[in-house]
C-alpha cells in the first residue's frame, strides 16, 4: 500500500533536550496532492520537514518518502526530493542564475543553462539574474529559493511555511508554481500558519498542535467543522447579555466577552449561518446594535474549535530549531 | 569517488565564483602578512640580534607558515557562516557526496592561498628574501606550505561546523592568531625558557618554518632538539598527516550528521 502515498510516516519523535518538539507523529500524503500541515509556531511543523527531508533523524518511529525509507535509504530520498525551508537556503554571494546552475550541476540536470534562464524568467527574476543574491528582497530570496528547487521536477516538494511575511506578488506566483507542479505530478508537502493559503493550495490538511496530527481533513471538512466568527458590538452592558443569549442560541457555542469594548463573539458551530439571519435575529431580540461582524474563520478559531486549550502550549520550539 | 570529484569540482567551482564576485576579501587578507613582514622585519627586526636582512630573511618562511596556519581560521569561518545562513540545509538534502562540501571550500581556499602567495613573496624580495637554495628544493617548499594549508583549513572546517555559529567562530578563530606566536615563525626558539622552548618546538608551525627555510635555504638558525624540527621536512609531513587524518574524517562526519 507504500505505493500510493508519497509520504507516510508513522509515530515520528523528536526531542531537543527537554523539549519534545514531535510526539508520534502520523501522516499520510497520497500522491499527487498537496498537503496542508497547518499549526501555531511551536507545534513542530519545521521539525517535521526537517526529519522528513533527511536533516535530522528521528528519535522514535519511521517514514517512508518517495517510496523509500528514510533513514535506512536516505540518499534515495534525496535524490527524489526538494526542500524549501524557512531560512533562505542560496548562497548570497553567488547571483541568482549562479546559484541555480550550481544546483543544477549538482542535480545532474543535463543542460542546467537552458532550465536556468528559464526559472529565472518564470519567477521574475530574470532582470536581477546577474546580481548577488544577498541584494534580493526577501520576497525574490523566496522566489530564487523555491527556484532552486524546482531545477529538475521532485517527485516530492517540501515547502516550509513558503509565503509566511511574503509581498502579494511573491505569493501569487509560489501559489501558481504548486498549482503546475501538482498538475504535472509532484506531491507537495507545505508547512503553514495561513489558512487561507491552505484552503488555496491543500487537497488535504493536517492540522498539527504539539508535536501530533490533531485532524486530518479536505479543507472543505474542516471549516464545516469551524464555522464563522460572529461578533457583535453593543451600546449597554444590559444589552451584552441580551446579545450572548441569541449568539448562544444561532452559533450553538459558548459566547466570550470583551465587555471594555462592549462586545461579544462566538465562533460558530453552525456553518450556514449568515449576517443578514444574524442582524434579524438580534433586532427582533431587540438589541442596541453598534457593529454585527460575521468573518470566515481563523486558524485562531479552527485551533480553539478543534484542540485542546486546556494544556499549556509549548511556544518556543520552531523557535529554538532557528537559533540551532 | 567519481561523484566525490564530481559533486567535489561544483562545489570548488562555486567557491571560486564567490571569490570572482568578492575579491576585495581576498585582497584583504593578504595585506595582512605583508604589513607584518614590513612592521617585525624593520621594527621588531632593529632590537634583535640577527642584522636586519637576515632576519627579514628568516622571517619570511616563518611568515609564510604563520599564514598558512590561519587556514584554521578562514576554515572556521566559511564553514560556520554556510552553516549560519542554511545554504548547508540545502546541500544536505541534495543526492551529492557528503565529502564534496568541505573538499570544495579546501581546495578552493588552495587556489586563494596559490594566488595570494605571489605578492607577498614579491615584497619578500624586495627587503632582501633570496631563494639560495635549488629550485627544486624552492618547489619542495610550496608544495609543503599548500600541503600545510590544506590540514589546517580541513581543521577550520571541523570546528567551524562545530560552533555553527559565525560570531563564536571568529571570536575563536581570532585566538588563532596567537598560535605561530609559540613557534619560531617570528623568533628563534633557541632563546625561550626550557619548558617554553620544547612546546614551541613541538608546535606543527615550527616544524614546517623550519623546513621552508632548509628547502629555501635561507637557514642560518638550527631549528631546535625536538624530532619534528631536527627533521623539519619528515616532521612537516607528520604533522600534515597526522591533522589530515583526524580532521577530515571528523569534518566529513560532522557535515554529513549536521545536527542530529
Given at each position: 500500500m507504500t505505493s500510493t502515498y508519497a509520504v507516510l510516516s508513522e509515530g515520528l519523535e523528536k526531542r531537543y533536550g527537554k523539549v519534545h518538539a514531535l510526539r508520534g507523529l502520523d501522516l499520510a500524503v497520497a500522491e499527487g496532492t498537496v498537503c496542508g500541515v497547518l499549526g501555531p509556531n511551536g507545534a513542530g511543523k519545521t521539525t517535521a520537514v526537517r526529519l522528513l527531508t533527511t536533516l535530522l533523524r528521528p528519535d522514535a518511529g519511521s517514514a517512508r518518502v518517495a517510496g523509500h525509507?528514510?533513514?535506512?535509504?536516505a540518499a534515495a530520498v534525496r535524490r527524489r526530493i526538494s526542500v524549501t525551508g524557512q531560512d533562505t537556503s542560496v548562497d548570497g554571494d553567488l547571483t541568482g542564475r549562479q546559484n541555480l546552475l550550481l544546483f543544477g550541476r549538482l542535480h545532474r540536470v543535463r543542460g542546467p543553462a537552458g532550465r536556468t534562464a528559464e526559472l529565472l524568467d518564470r519567477f521574475g527574476l530574470a532582470e536581477a539574474a546577474d546580481r548577488p543574491a544577498s541584494t534580493y528582497s526577501g520576497g525574490m530570496l523566496r522566489r530564487l529559493d523555491l527556484a532552486a528547487s524546482l531545477i529538475r521536477r521532485p517527485e516530492v516538494l517540501f515547502l516550509d511555511?513558503?509565503?509566511?511575511?511574503?509581498d502579494p506578488v511573491s505569493r501569487t506566483l509560489i501559489w501558481d508554481a504548486v498549482r503546475d507542479l501538482t498538475a504535472e505530478g509532484t506531491t507537495v508537502l507545505l508547512t503553514t500558519q495561513y489558512l487561507e493559503e491552505a484552503d488555496q493550495l491543500a487537497d488535504d490538511i493536517a492540522l498539527v498542535d504539539r508535536g501530533r496530527v490533531a485532524h486530518t481533513g479536505s479543507p472543505a471538512q474542516l471549516k464545516a467543522l469551524v464555522g464563522a466568527h460572529a461578533e457583535v458590538v453593543v451600546t449597554d452592558p444590559d444589552a451584552l447579555t441580551k446579545a450572548a443569549a441569541v449568539l448562544d442560541r444561532l452559533t450553538g457555542a459558548q459566547p466570550s466577552f470583551d465587555h471594555e469594548r462592549g462586545a461579544v463573539g462566538a465562533v460558530s458551530k453552525?456553518?450556514?449561518?449568515?449576517l443578514p439571519l444574524l442582524v434579524r435575529t438580534l433586532d427582533a431580540a431587540g438589541v442596541p446594535l453598534l457593529d454585527v461582524s460575521l468573518r470566515p474563520p481563523t486558524l485562531d478559531d479552527v485551533f480553539l474549535r478543534l484542540t485542546d486549550t486546556t494544556a499549556p502550549a509549548t511556544a518556543t520550539t520552531d523557535d529554538k530549531e532557528r537559533a540551532a | 569517488m567519481s561523484m566525490l570529484a564530481y559533486d567535489g569540482t561544483a562545489m570548488l567551482g562555486r567557491q571560486l565564483l564567490r571569490m570572482r564576485n568578492n575579491p576585495g576579501l581576498l585582497i584583504l587578507t593578504q595585506t595582512m602578512p605583508v604589513s607584518m613582514l614590513l612592521f617585525f622585519g624593520y621594527v621588531f627586526g632593529s632590537a634583535l640580534a640577527m642584522p636586519g636582512e637576515a632576519y627579514r630573511s628568516f622571517l619570511v618562511p616563518g611568515l609564510l607558515v604563520a599564514t598558512a596556519a590561519g587556514g584554521i581560521m578562514t576554515g572556521m569561518f566559511q564553514a560556520a557562516q554556510d552553516t549560519h545562513r542554511g545554504v548547508t540545509d540545502r546541500f544536505r538534502t541534495l543526492?551529492?557526496?557528503?565529502?564534496a562540501v568541505p573538499l570544495g571550500q579546501a581546495a578552493a581556499d588552495l587556489v586563494a592561498t596559490a594566488v595570494g602567495t605571489v605578492p607577498f613573496l614579491l615584497v619578500g624580495l624586495a627587503v632582501g628574501w633570496r631563494i639560495e637554495g635549488g629550485l627544486l628544493a624552492a618547489l619542495g617548499a610550496v608544495g609543503l606550505l599548500m600541503l600545510f594549508r590544506f590540514a589546517c583549513v580541513w581543521a577550520g572546517i571541523f570546528l567551524g561546523l562545530l560552533t555553527r555559529n559565525e560570531e563564536a567562530a571568529g571570536q575563536l578563530g581570532g585566538s588563532t592568531f596567537l598560535l605561530p606566536l609559540l613557534s619560531s615563525a617570528y623568533i628563534p626558539t633557541s632563546g625561550l625558557p626550557g619548558w617554553l622552548r620544547t612546546v614551541a618546538e613541538w608546535n606543527p608551525i615550527s616544524a614546517v618554518a623550519t623546513a621552508l627555510r632548509d628547502l629555501f635555504g635561507n637557514a642560518p638558525v638550527p631549528g631546535g632538539a625536538a624530532w619534528p624540527v631536527a627533521h623539519p621536512v619528515a616532521g612537516s609531513l607528520m604533522w600534515c598527516a597526522v591533522l589530515l587524518g583526524v580532521f577530515v574524517p571528523l569534518a566529513v562526519r560532522q557535515y554529513a550528521h549536521g545536527e542530529r
Open positions: 525509507d528514510l533513514t535506512r535509504e511555511e513558503p509565503t509566511t511575511g511574503l453552525d456553518p450556514t449561518l449568515t | 543526492p551529492m557526496s557528503r565529502a
